[in-house]
């Protein structure tokens, strides 16, 4: 049986070692991180999946048959002024919006308690004892972000608005400064959630501490790793997306073989939820991916900056830690 042995959190680490060590602290915890994610999270995400499933599923039937409200537009305008369809939407947004902080705050506590006690025997109880105050914490931080989002986002369009004036032609330069801006922001307060967690920070304390990390010459290298595990987390769920695809691929090609309208049955918009489902559910099980690169990248920005890890070796050298525990000889 392989020995165990924790990851040493507080230490540099260069692009691919972050990397590595992301993929190894998954396999080490694959199975406790998970079951925390399913107990804590999952009932919210199972619902929100299923929500959107389904929502997905309307959508696309009544998208395949919008040709039978071409003679009868209002038709088309009732279905999307019906109160099923923004109560079905409303709810499918108020449980995505749950199970993504729930998500968020279970990895991020487990993280913590890994580090603390160095080992992966880690019960369900003591994430969910953590996460029940972080939980607040985290949906206050979400909503100030949707509200800072807000604000960016109209003080991003005044240069486009600006060279829009001078010239039509200024306005591809006007919206690469306002995309940049965005993707720069974000990417800057990627920190943010872990380092509440971590330091016991308040909201804007941690925007400012995330943004002085991050922008300490490392801004492209905390792109770059979110960006490559987004990547792989996106690739690795839309696995489950690829058999609705078939059946839709399958349809399509025999209702154009018989010459007739393509037909979204009862079956197929069953599947469509299942696969909808599926797809969603994993997508936020695999959000451990880019959320443990950043936890990674956070210790890594602090041990350049700050080097904490290397101050507590320091500290502990020359220190002796007799075994007090030291088995009685027998002869």
Do not use: C
């Not at 691919?16 to 060590?21: M, P, Q, R, V």
Request: net charge neutral.
């Amino acid at each position: 049986m392989e020995e165990f042995k924790a990851i040493e959190f507080q230490r540099a680490r260069d692009f691919s070692k972050k990397l590595n060590a992301t993929f190894e602290f998954l396999r080490q915890n694959v199975k406790p991180l998970g079951k925390s994610i399913l107990f804590i999270a999952g009932p919210a995400v199972f619902v929100g999946s299923l929500l959107i499933g389904s929502f997905m599923g309307e959508f696309i039937t009544v998208s395949q048959t919008m040709q039978n409200y071409s003679g009868n537009p209002e038709a088309l305008g009732d279905y999307f002024l019906s109160t099923s369809f923004w109560l079905q939407l409303v709810l499918m947004f108020v449980f995505l919006f749950i199970s993504f902080i729930a998500t968020i705050a279970t990895i991020n506590n487990y993280l913590i308690i890994y580090d603390e006690r160095k080992t992966n025997k880690i019960e369900v109880q003591e994430v969910w004892d953590r996460v029940r105050t972080t939980f607040w914490t985290y949906l206050g931080s979400t909503l100030l972000f949707f509200l800072l989002l807000i604000v960016a986002y109209v003080v991003l369009l005044i240069p486009v608005f600006v060279l829009g004036a001078i010239s039509g032609f200024l306005i591809f330069f006007g919206v690469i400064i306002f995309v940049s801006g965005l993707i720069y922001l974000i990417f800057s307060a990627s920190l943010t959630y872990f380092i509440q967690s971590y330091e016991k920070k308040n909201f804007i304390e941690a925007v400012i501490r995330s943004f002085r990390l991050v922008n300490n010459g490392k801004w492209w290298s905390t792109f770059g790793l979110i960006l490559i595990l987004q990547l792989i987390m996106g690739v690795s769920s839309y696995v489950f997306l690829i058999p609705y695809y078939v059946i839709i691929f399958t349809s399509s090609f025999h209702s154009i073989s018989t010459g007739g309208p393509m037909e979204f049955s009862d079956s197929m918009k069953l599947w469509a939820m299942v696969f909808f489902t599926l797809y969603y559910m994993a997508q936020m099980l695999l959000y451990a991916l880019p959320n443990i690169g950043i936890a990674f990248q956070y210790f890594n920005l602090v041990e350049l900056k700050e080097a904490r890890g290397l101050m507590s070796q320091i500290e502990n050298l020359g220190q002796s830690h007799p075994n007090t525990n030291r088995p009685e000889e027998h002869f």
